[in-house]
């Protein structure tokens, strides 16, 4: 019984310990099932990382390709191709890691890369059709240059180098340094240059040179100046291409000079806007006349709009100073503000434009605008940075600035009278005579002359029947003048030459002239006439009749008067004075007197009522502009940068460094980027101080400068980029040296869908 409840309680005892080893063992399966687990997660992490540095080693390894690509582009590339990305092979793939990694570059230019002069494809740049007017090398309005004394500088070295009026350069060059133009030069008449020999050649051409005449100075080694105590000059011209000389003028340029377009004008009226002070002034595409640019001129000096941003949106524009038979320009006069001329380029036309934005501050790539001048007007720069560019139609670049041609003038009959007339020889002081006299140019309504002309200034009829008159008397002789000043411009009028010229002179008078009094003789009408230069002549009128309520005519240009040469043009009558005096002799009158003998007495009377001028100009053509002249200092806010084409065929351009040699600007470009027509050059130093010389033309530029946007990508999935700034130019020169500086910045990852406007 014992036993039998012994083998109860044994095999009670394995059953619980088989139940113990079967949990034991289901607890070590789940252990082990986890571990396997955790060794699959663990492997599969382990894969994901290895794949995950693959993936970034791939991305790594394309970015490097992309910049090593844009790091090795060849200068002769750079200097030919404005793209930063050039020489880059679009659509590149690249291998790494058996992962095709698809690389990009792209334009990440923030503002204007900076640039060198380039010539380009070598063409020219520089045409000048005629000579430097040396002659009318004279004060600009605006100017505070010693202009006199280089001009007295040019005829000198004109005359040692045994020129003559006929041959005056038509590129002339005077300073301490010398001149840099890349491209081209042709000058149908010589180029003349005076420079410090130790500076190199006077003008220094990268291209052809090519001049019609020879004076043995531009391709010859003339040493102007020698002297022992006075540094040695060169007039030397210098070219890395050809160098022709004495080519014949028509060999040079064709008389009419090379086939350029000048754009249509504009008909839609232009406004003249407003002042922002502080901000930016707009002014839109349009025709801008005579009022409306001297309106401009006031707003560009100094103390009207000043600290602003004068911004002429992108269009057609037409600047017409001053009718076609005078002369006018638009002036840049102030240093507080600036000037752009087409789309902006680094700022943004809600604020003022700043001063780190130029010389580029116009857009280059953009359509600009296309200026065309009326036939007589210029543009005149003395201070404030002025940045224009121009626009193309299709593949035709339209000129920036480009002038009307010469216009025919018919002949023109015109009038003015003087704003002052003043008692002159004869009259009592603070007599009523005396203070009449300023009333000479007063009239009667209704009383126009039947032959006073239509052009000029209209015949007074203000006072209606108020006449005043200037009345004087006296007994058998005596003399009165009035002097007469301020003759206003016609409408018309011009420095054409004169065909006629009348005083002329409405009065009522009495007992003036008796035909057969011995004194006749001496009963005349004298006009004295002192041009404002100081040169004086008489004309006379030697007879008139007993009345003048019919005008009486003098006349100047009379072949018995000294006048003739002297009364040469309107402006000569506009800025001269003229007297004109009344010779009064007459007849005694004779009463016989009761007391038996004859008593004689002569009372004369002059009451003068109206004087003016009538006066012919000759038929002519429009005279050429004054020289666009630009006042150069890029170092303090004085720079004028034109990009595109200039053609005024007819204009002399004037060009005055005004910076200092120990202090150049940090970044220069050239006056002139892209090609140039104009009738002569100058380019001088305005004192006798050296003076920094910087590029003056360039048929193009060569970015010196790139900031370009690396992309790698996989089957159209962007996976990183970077930003990579690149400087290829050696400081201190304009050679170009590709990636001589290179600086990468913004290295990020991603994994978005590529699209143009993707960014990780």
Request: aromatic share 8%; proline share 8%; glycine share 10%.
């Amino acid at each position: 019984m014992i036993a039998a409840r012994r083998r109860r309680a044994v095999r009670g005892e394995g059953g619980y310990t088989l139940l113990i080893v079967l949990v034991a063992c289901g607890m070590f399966g789940l252990i082990v099932a986890s571990l396997l687990a955790m060794v699959g997660t663990d492997a599969l992490v382990g894969s994901a990382y290895a794949n995950s540095d693959a993936g970034k080693r791939a991305v790594d390894g394309g970015l490097q390709v992309g910049i090593g690509t844009v790091k090795s582009v060849g200068s002769s590339t750079l200097a030919t191709s404005p793209d930063p990305c050039a020489g880059f092979t679009p659509n590149l793939q690249v291998p790494i890691e058996n992962r095709p990694i698809d690389v990009t570059c792209a334009d990440a230019t923030e503002a204007a890369p900076k640039s060198i002069p380039s010539a380009g494809d070598g063409s020219t740049v520089l045409t000048l059709l005629r000579e430097w007017d040396i002659a009318a090398v004279t004060p600009a309005p605006i100017s505070d240059g010693d202009v006199p004394t280089l001009g007295q500088r040019v005829q000198g070295l004109v005359s040692f180098f045994g020129g003559t009026t006929a041959d005056n350069p038509g590129l002339i060059h005077i300073a301490d340094q010398p001149l840099k133009i890349y491209g081209g030069v042709n000058v149908r008449q010589w180029a003349l240059a005076s420079t410090l020999r130790s500076s190199g050649a006077g003008i220094a051409v990268t291209g052809s040179y090519k001049e019609g005449d020879s004076q043995a100075a531009a391709c010859g080694t003339a040493e102007p100046f020698f002297d022992l105590f006075v540094p040695q000059r060169t007039g030397v011209v210098t070219a890395t291409g050809t160098r022709t000389c004495n080519a014949g003028r028509d060999n040079v340029v064709p008389a009419a000079g090379p086939n350029y377009p000048v754009p249509a004008a504009t008909t839609t009226p232009g406004t003249v806007p407003a002042c922002v002070p502080g901000g930016t002034v707009t002014f839109a595409p349009g025709v801008y006349n005579p009022a409306q640019i001297l309106q401009m001129n006031l707003m560009f000096s100094e103390g009207n709009c000043d600290g602003v941003t004068f911004w002429f949106e992108p269009g057609d524009y037409a600047f017409n100073a001053a009718p076609d038979s005078t002369i006018g320009a638009l002036y840049f006069n102030d240093s507080t503000s600036n000037f752009v001329f087409g789309a902006p380029k680094g700022w943004t036309s809600a604020t003022r434009a700043p001063d780190a934005v130029f010389p580029e501050a116009c857009d280059r790539a953009a359509q600009g605008v296309a200026i065309v001048l009326g036939a007589t007007t210029s543009v005149v720069h003395n201070k404030g940075a002025v940045s224009m560019c121009g626009r193309t139609d299709g593949t035709t670049p339209v000129p920036v600035l480009s002038q009307k041609p010469v216009a025919s003038l018919p002949e023109v009959k015109w009038a003015t009278e003087p704003t002052t007339a003043t008692a002159g020889f004869g009259f009592v002081a603070g007599s009523a005579n005396a203070t009449n006299a300023g009333r000479v140019a007063a009239s009667i309504a209704g009383e126009v002359p039947p032959s006073y002309p239509t052009d000029g200034k209209p015949y007074d009829v203000s006072e209606g029947s108020t006449r005043l008159t200037s009345d004087e008397w006296c007994s058998w002789a005596c003399a009165r003048s009035y002097i007469l000043r301020g003759f206003e411009a016609p409408t018309q009028g011009s420095d054409r030459p004169l065909t006629s010229a009348f005083v002329k002179i409405r009065a009522a008078s009495t007992r003036v002239v008796d035909t057969t009094s011995w004194t006749v003789g001496r009963t005349r009408v004298q006009v004295h006439f002192t041009r404002q230069d100081g040169q004086a002549c008489i004309a006379i009128a030697h007879t008139y009749p007993t009345s003048m309520a019919s005008p009486i005519s003098v006349n100047l240009l009379d072949p018995s008067s000294n006048c003739v040469g002297v009364v040469r043009n309107q402006r000569d009558l506009e800025l001269g004075t003229i007297e004109v005096y009344f010779m009064l002799n007459a007849q005694p009158d004779c009463t016989w007197v009761w007391w038996g003998y004859w008593t004689c007495e002569s009372i004369l009377t002059l009451s003068v009522d109206y004087m003016w001028i009538e006066a012919t100009s000759a038929a002519a053509t429009s005279p050429d502009p004054t020289p666009m002249a630009m006042q150069i200092d890029a170092a303090n806010r004085r720079s004028f940068n034109i990009f595109g084409r200039v053609y005024l065929p007819r204009t002399q351009i004037d060009v005055k460094w005004r910076g200092s040699p120990t202090s150049p600007p940090a970044y220069e470009l050239p006056i002139f980027v892209g090609d140039v027509v104009a009738r002569g050059l100058i380019s001088s130093g305005p004192d006798e101080y050296p003076r920094h010389i910087g590029p003056l033309a360039a048929r193009s530029l060569t970015p010196a400068s790139r900031r370009v946007l690396i992309q790698a990508s996989v089957g159209g999935r962007l996976l990183g980029s970077t930003i990579v700034t690149l400087s290829d130019l050696t400081p201190g020169s304009t050679t170009l040296t590709p990636a001589k500086e290179l600086v990468t910045s913004n290295w990020n990852y991603c994994n978005i869908e590529l699209t143009p406007t993707a960014s990780c």
